[in-house]
């Protein structure tokens, strides 16, 4: 695992993504550099075309392959580590199909992300990298309930 390049296309997909995360919640954070310096620690480019084909709409397992060239098998483990790493998550509808849909970023991404690295053999690299620092600094400056109210992140 190794960050990408944080090239200037790259950082207008990962800009393209966050709005799209945004728009799954009222609550958003700032796009700041050091935000998307985070987003692209913990994404490959195939991942985030796809996240970025996915769009704000729930999906099926099949409308989801459909936006897919992997096999169905390897598509599965591969939304699975999106879903791991909270980057979608699944919903049930009323008839109890499963469907995924693009998370936001508070609250779904961050929380998801605390989760994932928890148990993540790379997460010395990640934090090398300055995953979680990024992440702190990112919310130190965002004042909001309850942070704010119990200085929980200063």
Same mark, same amino acid.
């Given at each position: ?33 050091? %935000? ?14 796809? $996240? /970025?084909?996915? @769009? ?6 099949e409308a989801a392959a459909q936006k897919s060239d ?5 598509l599965k483990t591969f939304l699975d580590t999106l ?26 991404? %961050?929380e998801s992300q605390v989760l994932y690295l928890i ?6 690299? $990640? /934090?090398?990298? @300055? ?24």
């Amino acid at each position: 695992m190794q960050p990408q390049t944080l090239s200037s296309e790259r950082k207008k997909k990962l800009k393209k993504l966050k709005k799209l995360m945004d728009r799954q919640n009222e609550r958003v954070l700032p796009t700041t550099t050091r %935000f998307l310096e985070t987003l692209n620690i913990v994404i490959d480019d195939a991942e985030l075309d796809y $996240l /970025l084909s996915f @769009g704000t709409q729930a999906h099926s397992f099949e409308a989801a392959a459909q936006k897919s060239d992997l096999p169905e098998s390897e598509l599965k483990t591969f939304l699975d580590t999106l879903c791991a790493k909270g980057f979608i998550k699944t919903i049930y509808t009323e008839n109890n199909d499963e469907q995924y849909v693009l998370n936001a970023v508070l609250v779904g991404w %961050f929380e998801s992300q605390v989760l994932y690295l928890i148990g993540n053999p790379d997460k010395k690299k $990640l /934090l090398k990298w @300055g995953l979680w620092e990024n992440i702190w600094k990112i919310l130190k400056n965002t004042i909001f309930f309850p942070c704010a109210k119990y200085k929980m992140c200063f």
